[in-house]
């Protein structure tokens, strides 16, 4: 009796066609885009956040002042100027970093306002005279920090160009530096200037 042979079954060749190139090529192409995509935000300056204020009527406060706590000042009192609001606090250390800023802005007869932010006003107070020339025109407190809600603050120190109008024309959060004032601010300060 002859033994059989076993039966070889002929493997039938994959399909080389698109589908099974694409599925091939499927993960490097999402790796690629991963890449692309975290690329993309490492070249953004994070202190450059969107702010859904720009463009838009200033949120109005009416906050005691840091200096004489039974007076209270309205942002309406501003109106007809353009001015800086920079929002502060004395543990803030990014605050104390920016000073000469603020102080190159006053010299050069920019009104800024400060509004000390969620902070202990005794404290304020002496961190705005351990400050030397001190900034400021004048500061508001916001103990409860909800004007600085209103305002859209997402930490300190954060600041403001508020046109004439009362218009946000501008915000920058973190400390400013002299290339930002260069780059940014005073552009926009001369035109609010016409």
Same mark, same amino acid.
């Given at each position: 009796?002859?033994?059989?042979? +076993?039966?070889?079954?002929?493997?039938?060749?994959?399909?080389?066609?698109?589908?099974?190139? &694409?599925?091939?090529?499927?993960?490097?192409?999402?790796?690629?885009?991963?890449? $692309?995509?975290?690329?993309?935000?490492?070249?953004?300056? +994070?202190?450059?956040?969107?702010?859904?204020?720009?463009?838009? +009527?200033? !949120?109005?406060?009416? $906050?005691?002042?840091?200096?004489?706590?039974?007076?209270?000042?309205? @942002?309406?009192? $501003?109106?007809?100027?353009?001015?800086?609001?920079?929002?502060?606090?004395? &543990?803030?250390?990014?605050?104390?970093?920016? $000073?000469?800023?603020?102080?190159?802005?006053?010299?050069?007869?920019?009104?800024?306002?400060?509004?000390?932010?969620?902070?202990? !006003?005794?404290?304020?107070?002496?961190?705005?005279?351990?400050?030397?020339?001190?900034?400021?025109?004048?500061?508001?407190?916001?103990?409860?920090?909800?004007?600085?809600?209103?305002?859209?603050? @997402?930490?300190? !120190?954060?600041?403001?160009?508020?046109?004439?109008?009362?218009?946000?024309?501008?915000?920058?959060?973190?400390?400013?530096? +002299?290339?930002?004032?260069?780059?940014?601010?005073?552009?926009?300060?001369?035109?609010?200037?016409?």
């Amino acid at each position: 009796m002859a033994v059989p042979s +076993p039966v070889r079954h002929r493997r039938e060749p994959t399909p080389a066609g698109a589908a099974g190139r &694409w599925r091939a090529l499927l993960p490097l192409a999402l790796l690629l885009a991963l890449v $692309l995509l975290l690329a993309h935000g490492l070249q953004r300056d +994070p202190r450059a956040l969107p702010s859904a204020l720009v463009g838009q +009527p200033a !949120p109005a406060f009416e $906050l005691p002042r840091l200096e004489a706590p039974d007076e209270l000042l309205a @942002s309406s009192a $501003l109106q007809g100027r353009p001015w800086v609001l920079n929002v502060w606090a004395s &543990w803030c250390g990014p605050c104390r970093e920016e $000073l000469p800023q603020l102080q190159q802005l006053a010299v050069r007869g920019v009104t800024v306002i400060g509004l000390n932010y969620k902070d202990q !006003p005794a404290a304020a107070r002496d961190w705005l005279r351990g400050a030397g020339s001190a900034p400021f025109e004048t500061n508001v407190q916001d103990a409860d920090g909800r004007a600085a809600l209103d305002w859209g603050v @997402s930490g300190v !120190p954060e600041t403001f160009v508020i046109d004439a109008q009362g218009i946000v024309r501008w915000r920058f959060a973190g400390a400013l530096t +002299p290339q930002v004032l260069q780059r940014e601010f005073w552009p926009l300060w001369k035109g609010l200037q016409r």
